[in-house]
């Protein structure tokens, strides 16, 4: 199964990969989480990287699509994958169509998560990671058991740079602006499913589930 998930930032992109990569046994491929690995290990590309994440803006096409060049191209991308996070633009929903020619794959189904802004902003400001595990938590949603600590391995619990409120509202505007363009896109290839992202993870899951059994 190959398989895009679109969505604004916080619109829970992440949580569906972690349940639907489970259930087909494919790789979650996640532009953002190669990114936070390199800013944390302190790579050239992670520094580079860094300079546009942190202001809320995209990292430039060239560096994104190389990097998904070389992940797609890995064996155990052979019988599918997940994208998550990528493509973002339609230079990069492009270069992804040629790559995908090249190896000789097609993708089977764009998953749009839709969610209110309203809800995006709730999410994102009350959403807390463990430095250590990078367990996520959201302080009303789903609250960890003693304030500011990991119930998983004790770290600490801390809000992404790029999950404060200022800097998401920036990111918000960058996908209506470069993101939200590609659901024209994908729906003149008539690959796109819409999906409220607005109720809980459990339901969103079944209901992309099923898209994937009728397209499968
Ligand atoms: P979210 O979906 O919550 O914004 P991600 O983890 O997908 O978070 O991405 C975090 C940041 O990494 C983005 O705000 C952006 O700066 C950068 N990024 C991730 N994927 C891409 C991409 N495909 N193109 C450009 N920048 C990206
Ligand atoms: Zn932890």
Request: charged fraction near 30%.
């Amino acid at each position: 199964m190959y398989i895009i998930l679109l969505g604004a930032p916080a619109a829970g992109k992440g949580t569906q990969a972690e349940l639907l990569t489970k259930s087909y046994a494919i790789p979650h491929i996640s532009t953002g989480d190669i990114f936070r690995g390199n800013i944390a290990q302190g790579t050239l590309l992670g520094l580079k990287a860094n300079e546009y994440i942190s202001r809320g803006l995209l990292v430039p096409d060239e560096i994104t699509e190389g990097i998904v060049a070389d992940r797609l191209r890995q064996d155990d991308c052979r019988k599918g994958f997940l994208l998550d996070g990528f493509p973002r633009t339609v230079h990069q929903a492009e270069f992804l169509d040629g790559l995908l020619k090249d190896l000789g794959v097609e993708i089977d189904a764009v998953i749009n998560i839709d969610t209110p802004d309203h809800v995006l902003i709730e999410r994102i400001t009350g959403r807390r990671v463990c430095e250590s595990c990078k367990a996520v938590y959201h302080v009303k949603a789903k609250p960890s058991r003693t304030e500011g600590v990991c119930d998983k391995c004790g770290g600490k619990l801390v809000q992404r740079e790029d999950d404060k409120e200022e800097t998401f509202l920036k990111r918000l505007k960058t996908y209506y602006s470069q993101t939200k363009p590609l659901l024209d896109y994908y729906e003149k290839e008539r690959k796109l499913f819409n999906v409220d992202g607005s109720t809980d993870a459990e339901l969103t899951a079944s209901r992309i589930i099923r898209i994937l059994e009728d397209v499968g």
